[in-house]
């Protein structure tokens, strides 16, 4: 199984979904909430495929979504899967993708 690894961009936008929701409840929350996306990015290595096929030009970048809020976009590597973008609620995708 292929390791999963985030990116810089990812982990700043995982911060800032953890102090968003810190914020409008509480840390424990949001701990809870951000360690749950985690566990469905390591859930990539099982199955890495399985994502929404995200640019016709770039067959490696796919695209899960996670309750509803969450859009988890990742490339498929050749020994890897690398997570490159965590979007929350209504983020601008074209913007910040």
Not at 15 to 24: G, K, L, N, Q, V
Not at 27 to 40: G, K, S, W
Request: aromatic content about 8%.
């Amino acid at each position: 199984m292929p390791p999963v690894h985030l990116s810089s961009k990812s982990i700043s936008q995982l911060t800032s979904i953890h102090s968003y929701i810190s914020e409008a409840s509480s840390p424990q929350i949001a701990t809870r909430y951000v360690n749950a996306i985690l566990d469905e990015c390591e859930s990539l290595q099982v199955f890495p495929n399985r994502g929404t096929l995200r640019k016709k030009n770039d067959p490696s970048l796919r695209s899960i979504s996670f309750r509803r809020r969450v859009l988890i976009f990742y490339r498929i590597r050749k020994r890897s899967v690398e997570i490159t973008a965590v979007f929350y609620g209504g983020q601008n995708l074209k913007q910040d993708l």
